[in-house]
């Protein structure tokens, strides 16, 4: 009885890309799942966001800005669940997954670090589009926005393009901190409000000098946002920082970069950890 | 070359450890392991018998590829642990006493699936494998549990079924029944044996500091203390060396003024260790001969110290520590505690 119960028996065990699919998809799971279970997002990603984005909008009217700022901040309110995604269920995780075990036993498995990562991107991404969805309906009904797609096929590929940079950047940044311990917290803590300020969240960032908006566009989510703006408002186009094929072209090489930078960042800091001893344990 | 399950050489390492801010960077050296020669057989249950602090889990780290060591190096299913870690990795598996992993969202059943994913099992035959091994060690009912609602106990056999889950060739398990009770370490000991019974090319390697735990399970036994292998052999041998010793327990009265230091001055008394019990004290002690313990009971009665309880026995791997160290695991461990308690 022992034997048969014990023994795995002969099929195989899947390796290459398709213990890569695995992994991306196991490791999805619990992200998308979790949110089922744990209904508290609610209250804290979509309730609370919406008060600083009705904040926003009370001042624009207040101020008498063109009608089209109520939709700049809407969007912008959607698309920060994306930034705190990235920046607290991303660039930290590895250092959650490290208190709690997971970490050592991530890297034990003969599956790719990379893949983890991406699938806690994958999950994250998910998990958040339906906040980001929710945010852009409670948002546009509240302050009846009105919408003007010129081309859906630019907007979906904007998006998908930012998210893929975005997501790029946490993984990359999820590197740097397999090597912190509690300071992690306190950097994701640093890194929120600039971002929201440069990133153009609640404004568009032509307000900017050119050079400061330059710089804020290495944040995959700036020029992401500018693009959406342009191609979903009338006025979009008047208000935003480049031409929008300049902006998908800079977006595709922003995802390069941060992929191309993930892996080689990802690969460096395991074998420094690994030396160091900090795979399991923080700083000796 | 030869197959060994695992293989190790001069193996050693040192952790460095910064200052505090007073001692600005001076960086302090911690030796973990120092010159570790080791050899595990296909088909072995091999146990590392050391107290708290020993080495123990250091070794299964660089064993399982999560540290470098400084120097030597080690060899797991025939691979290199630094210059292989990638096909090291998917012989092998670990599971830590006390760990914490997977997601307390999830459940039994989801926490184990997702791991198995790790490891390229196929989906239906991992969830058909978890249910069996959850079975076989009391679990089956907590399958659709969240992990969060399980105890300490519980928690910890979900852990050692994610250990056997992906039957690897190489099974590391540090302290696997560290915090579970008594029947729930008989069944996770039964599973151990169970499960290298089903094929004798597997290999486990555990660490422990339960003595019981290592003799009833160990085909054989590396004592480990302060990052040196002591000795390594069968329990049985190990025992053996000590069977021409004469091995008494003794309980006493409270001890007016007796002290370890004066037992062992004691012509053949080999090793000595007192235990202060409810109401007295016990006496372990190792004599060269027999003859010795009228002395040892003439100084007790000369120190007005009533004997309740005189008893020989067999040697345990406890006698061999205290033999090879000079002190009981336990006291070892309460001198090494921050607080030496």
């Known amino acids: 009885m022992a034997s048969d119960s014990l023994a795995l028996s002969a099929s195989e065990k899947v390796t290459g890309w398709r213990l890569f699919l695995k992994t991306i998809v196991a490791r999805a799971y619990p992200r998308i799942i979790g949110q089922q279970r744990e209904k508290s997002w609610i209250l804290f990603e979509i309730l609370l966001p919406m008060l600083a984005v009705s904040a926003y909008v009370y001042v624009y009217r207040a101020i008498g800005a063109p009608e089209e700022y109520v939709g700049f901040v809407v969007i912008g309110g959607a698309m920060t669940a994306f930034w705190m995604n990235v920046l607290w269920m991303m660039s930290s995780q590895l250092y959650w997954e490290k208190e709690q075990g997971n970490l050592a036993l991530y890297i034990m498995a003969p599956n790719s670090m990379m893949a983890i990562l991406l699938g806690m991107a994958v999950g994250g991404l998910f998990a958040t589009a339906l906040r980001a969805i929710a945010i852009i309906l409670f948002g546009s009904l509240m302050f009846q926005v009105q919408y003007s797609i010129t081309s859906f096929t630019q907007l979906i590929l904007v998006f998908l393009l930012a998210m893929t940079a975005l997501y790029g950047m946490g993984m990359m940044t999820a590197s740097l901190f397999l090597l912190l311990s509690r300071e992690a917290w306190h950097l994701s803590n640093l890194a929120q409000e600039p971002i929201y300020l440069v990133s153009g969240f609640y404004f568009p960032i032509k307000s900017f000098n050119f050079w400061v908006a330059a710089a804020a566009s290495l944040i995959p989510l700036t020029l992401g946002l500018d693009a959406m703006r342009q191609l979903i408002f009338p006025s979009g186009p008047a208000l935003g920082f480049l031409d929008v094929t300049v902006e998908i072209a800079v977006l595709i090489g922003l995802c390069v970069l941060f992929l191309i930078g993930a892996k080689l960042l990802l690969d460096y800091m395991e074998r420094l950890a690994i030396r160091e001893g900090r795979i399991t344990e923080s700083r000796r | ?341």
């Open chain 2, 1 to 341: 070359m030869p197959d060994h399950a695992i293989e190790t050489q001069d193996l050693g390492r040192v952790y460095k450890i910064r200052g505090n801010k007073k001692e600005s960077q001076v960086r302090k050296e911690l030796v973990a392991l120092e010159n570790v020669n080791l050899t595990v057989e296909r088909g072995e249950l091999f146990g590392l018998l050391g107290p708290n602090g020993a080495g123990k889990t250091t070794l299964i780290k660089i064993l399982t590829t999560l540290l470098a060591p400084t120097s030597g190096w080690a060899r797991v299913a025939s691979h290199d642990v630094v210059q292989a870690p990638s096909l090291v990795r998917p012989r092998i598996n670990m599971v830590s006493g006390g760990e914490a992993s997977g997601y307390g969202l999830l459940t039994v059943r989801e926490n184990l699936w997702m791991f198995s994913q790790f490891y390229g099992m196929p989906s239906g035959e991992a969830n058909q494998r978890i249910v069996e091994l959850l079975r076989l060690v009391g679990l089956e009912d907590r399958l659709h549990t969240k992990s969060s609602d399980l105890s300490t106990g519980l928690r910890q056999k979900m852990n050692i079924v994610r250990g056997f889950l992906t039957d690897p060739e190489v099974l590391f398990l540090d302290e696997p029944t560290l915090g579970l009770d008594v029947g729930a370490s008989r069944d996770v000991r039964k599973l151990i044996r169970d499960w290298l019974d089903a094929n004798r090319s597997r290999t486990l390697l555990l660490t422990t500091h339960y003595m019981v735990e290592a003799e009833e399970l160990c085909d054989r036994v590396a004592i480990i203390n302060k990052g040196r292998v002591l000795a390594c052999d069968a329990p049985a041998n190990l025992k053996r060396n000590l069977r021409r010793d004469a091995i008494f327990e003794i309980e006493t009265s409270p001890l007016n003024g007796l002290s370890n230091k004066i037992l062992a001055d004691q012509p053949e008394v080999k090793k000595a260790a007192l235990t202060e019990i409810e109401g007295g004290a016990k006496l372990e002690l190792i004599l060269e001969e027999e003859s010795a313990l009228a002395s040892v009971i003439n100084l007790i009665t000369q120190k007005n110290i009533k004997i309740l309880r005189l008893s020989k026995r067999e040697p345990t791997l406890e006698d061999v520590f205290m033999e090879l160290v000079g002190q009981r695991m336990e006291d070892v461990e309460k001198e090494e505690a921050p607080d030496g308690k």
